[in-house]
T-cell receptor
């Protein structure tokens, strides 16, 4: 169990640019979640996958955001035409589906995005 | 909709003392799970403890225990014999209605030597 890995750890980009983050979950976990965390707030749900299927997206996820999980392994989260309000920590977590959403989540270290 | 409220933005405790972090929640579901997660500075978030709503017995994990008051929709975390390594953000989370976890805003706990 090597844990959940996220890359890059930090990303600084100019407004209007596209960015892509990667998450490698724990290998035997079939559920993968993306959360966003801003300063002084708890994590806010963005989207989740069971295997390769994206099953739910939050209203927070505007059409500039897209996530994929090809082959049910790693996942990518892309933000197009970034805005300053996108600056946040993007957290990835994985879990088994034994208890649906209530299996313990294993989080990565996050990708901190700064949009200038 | 599910909501989680943590009313203590910051707390501090002396090493070896006991501290209690508060959490209240709201849901219309009868079956749900409650969690406390810990996020140490610059480190990943980890699960501290989990409580199933249908279980009346309060969950315990070593120095960590909860006081689950279902009627009051209250779920507090007690940390006994606080250690410097307990310094972290603590998030209360609710899982209900087959929806992803909803987190509170967190409580920043500082353990002072």
């Amino acid at each position: 169990d090597t844990g959940v890995s996220q890359n890059p750890r930090h990303k600084i980009t100019k407004r209007g640019q596209n960015v892509t983050f990667r998450c490698d979950p724990i290998s035997e976990h079939n559920r993968l979640y993306w959360y966003r965390q801003t300063l002084g707030q708890g994590p806010e749900f963005l989207t989740y996958f069971q295997n390769e299927a994206q099953l739910e997206k939050s209203r927070l996820l505007s059409d500039r955001f897209s996530a994929e999980r090809p082959k049910g392994s790693f996942s990518t989260l892309e933000i197009q035409r970034t805005e300053q309000g996108d600056s946040a920590m993007y957290l990835c977590a994985s879990s088994s589906s034994a208890l649906a959403h209530y299996s313990p989540l294993h989080f990565g270290n996050g990708t901190r995005l700064t949009v200038t | 909709a599910q909501t989680v409220t943590q009313s203590q933005p910051e707390m501090s405790v002396q090493e070896a003392e006991t501290v209690t972090l508060s959490c209240t929640y709201d849901t219309s579901e009868n079956n749900y799970y409650l969690f406390w997660y810990k996020q140490p500075p610059s480190r990943q978030m980890i699960l501290v403890i989990r409580q199933e709503a249908y279980k009346q017995q309060n969950a315990t994990e070593n120095r960590f225990s909860v006081n689950f008051q279902k009627a009051a929709k209250s779920f507090s975390l007690k940390i006994s014999d606080s250690q410097l390594g307990d310094t972290a953000m603590y998030f209360c989370a609710l899982g209900a209605g087959n929806t992803p976890l909803v987190f509170g805003k967190g409580t920043r706990l500082s353990v002072i030597a």
